[in-house]
């Protein structure tokens, strides 16, 4: 990035010094947004490495799959051309993973309903262009009415329109196209289970790098503009962390996937224990999300408000985003996260110090806001809940703690922080 700014300055530079003395504006801000625009495709090719990277596994699942169920209807069964079960296969494989058995019995149910529905229709009313309007009105109708999923409804209604359209001129298309597609849907999780499994554990980081990788960035980011005292990098901080459904879909997604395989596949059933432990990180993994965007909209408040920023405080944020980091990392390679809990501590600490120094209304905010984020990382490490919010409450130290009246109570220590590992 040092290097990106430097060399956007030296062509600023040679574009003002073009043309005698007077400044060139314009091939000021024209070099300035081609610059942007070269880094903004440098950004977005990586990012395309980046999602063919994650598909390429179902890519090829479906590749596979597509060719087994051809082979399986055509030269198995007889049918000269099975064309409905290598798109049953890739239809199946086509939905989000964690959802492919059940995706393969709603083909099934659509399926029966749409040549049920059709040949009703065709035999009372014959085929023509009002009669198909008529048969996908009545399967969408009447597979909502029976509560039927959104995957149902649209296999129901698209069978129901080949089997009126292709009815006059293939003889015995019902059967053909259920069997079609129970063995399109058979195959795709036989791949899926026996022939391809994807390693779920790799799945899962995958799917997870993203997601951590934006929660660390924008809290580092956070803690320098707070550090600065900026306020436009705090709040563009904000705004980049408030853009995160996607990765926080996209991991969730990736559990479901990864238990799937784990449940189907005897290949991965030494894992489960492991995807366990993954499945119950993503809950507190999200709440770390949403309790950091609270964090970091609440420093933005605080230096417009100009309250004072304790030094601790941008520590305690710079901390917190070593713990995710750190939880990525420690998770990635299969070892107990204990420094990611330590680190959480040492921010949890950082943020007594701040506290103690003297914060202000917003400033006392993200102080609770890091506590509660460094409690929902220790739950995501494999600890519970109590045990999470009584280390949090110990690392804090003493400023939390109400003095009574009756008796008073001995100066408050300063907090120790806990060792970095």
Do not use: C
């Amino acid at each position: 990035m040092a290097v990106a700014r430097e060399l956007r300055s030296s062509l600023v530079r040679r574009v003002l010094r073009r043309g005698g003395g007077a400044p060139d504006i314009d091939g000021a801000r024209i070099a300035e947004a081609m610059e942007q625009l070269r880094h903004r495709s440098r950004a977005t090719l990586h990012d395309r490495l980046h999602r063919v990277r994650m598909a390429l596994g179902l890519a090829l699942q479906a590749g596979l799959a597509a060719g087994l169920s051809w082979l399986a209807a055509h030269e198995l069964l007889g049918n000269p051309q099975p064309v409905f079960a290598p798109i049953s296969a890739v239809g199946t494989l086509a939905v989000s993973v964690g959802q492919r058995f059940r995706r393969t019995i709603e083909l099934i149910i659509g399926v029966a309903i749409g040549v049920a529905l059709g040949d009703l229709l065709i035999y009372l009313l014959g085929t023509g262009a009002w009669q198909l309007g008529l048969v996908v009105t009545t399967a969408i109708v009447l597979t909502i009415f029976a509560g039927a999923s959104v995957a149902i409804v649209i296999q129901a209604a698209a069978t129901a329109v080949l089997i009126v359209t292709l009815s006059p001129t293939t003889q015995n298309l019902e059967i053909p196209r259920f069997v079609d597609a129970l063995i399109g849907g058979g195959i795709a999780l036989l791949v899926t289970a026996l022939l391809l499994p994807l390693n779920p554990l790799r799945v899962i980081n995958q799917a997870a790098r993203p997601a951590l990788d934006l929660l660390a960035a924008q809290l580092d980011m956070t803690a320098e503009g707070l550090r600065r005292r900026d306020r436009d990098g705090v709040q563009q901080a904000l705004e980049r962390l408030r853009n995160n459904k996607e990765e926080l879909a996209n991991f969730s997604e990736a559990i479901e996937g990864a238990k799937e395989t784990a449940t189907l596949s005897p290949a991965r059933w030494h894992r489960r224990d492991e995807l366990t432990h993954y499945a119950e990180a993503a809950d507190p993994i999200d709440r770390a999300m949403r309790n950091s965007g609270t964090l970091i909209r609440r420093a933005v408040t605080l230096i417009e408000d100009d309250e004072p920023i304790p030094e601790p405080m941008p520590d305690a944020v710079g901390h917190l985003a070593e713990s995710v980091r750190l939880l990525k990392h420690e998770f990635a390679v299969g070892e107990e996260p204990e420094k990611a809990r330590e680190r959480s501590l040492r921010a949890v600490s950082e943020a007594g110090r701040a506290y103690g120094e003297g914060v202000g209304f917003s400033g006392s905010v993200v102080i609770a806001q890091v506590r509660t984020t460094a409690s929902d990382l220790m739950v995501a490490s494999g600890i519970s809940q109590d045990e999470a919010n009584r280390w949090v409450r110990q690392a804090f130290g003493e400023q939390d703690r109400p003095s009574g009246p009756a008796e008073p109570e001995p100066a408050p220590k300063p907090p120790t922080a806990p060792p970095v590992g």
